[in-house]
Nanobody
Framework: VQLQASGGGLVQAGGSLRLSCAASGRTVSTYAMGWFRQAPGKEREFVAAISWGGSRSAYADFVKGRFTISRDNAKNTAYLQMNILKPEDTAVYYC????????????????WGQGTKVTVSS
């Protein structure tokens, strides 16, 4: 499985971005999908995850109410809609796929994409 994240960029505080994660090589329709981020000088941290069918999701506390994870299995793609962005959301965002769906995991994913950089200016 190859994962390609895109959609990052520079945005002002309070703005929005939508990240995409396109999978190739095989279908990820039976995999959980997750988003993680790594800010400069910090460890990578969990952001959000969604089950294979989209019925279950999980979020880090710091993004609840602002970010929404979704997926379109027909397109083999997952998304992260990010609203009300804050400067502290600045990071490289990574998508990942997990062959295990239950429970939704916050670490130890099987496949990782390259990151897409998000910069939020104050």
């Amino acid at each position: 499985v190859q994962l390609q994240a895109s959609g990052g960029g520079l945005v002002q505080a309070g703005g929005s971005l939508r990240l995409s994660c396109a999978a190739s090589g095989r279908t990820v329709s039976t995999y959980a999908m997750g988003w993680f981020r790594q800010a400069p000088g910090k460890e990578r941290e969990f952001v959000a995850a969604i089950s294979w069918g989209g019925s279950r999701s999980a979020y880090a506390d710091f993004v609840k109410g602002r970010f929404t994870i979704s997926r379109d299995n027909a397109k083999n793609t997952a998304y992260l809609q990010m609203n009300i962005l804050k400067p502290e959301d600045t990071a490289v965002y990574y998508c990942a796929a997990d062959r295990r769906n239950n429970p939704l995991r916050r670490n130890d994913y099987d496949y990782w994409g390259q990151g897409t950089k998000v910069t939020v200016s104050s």
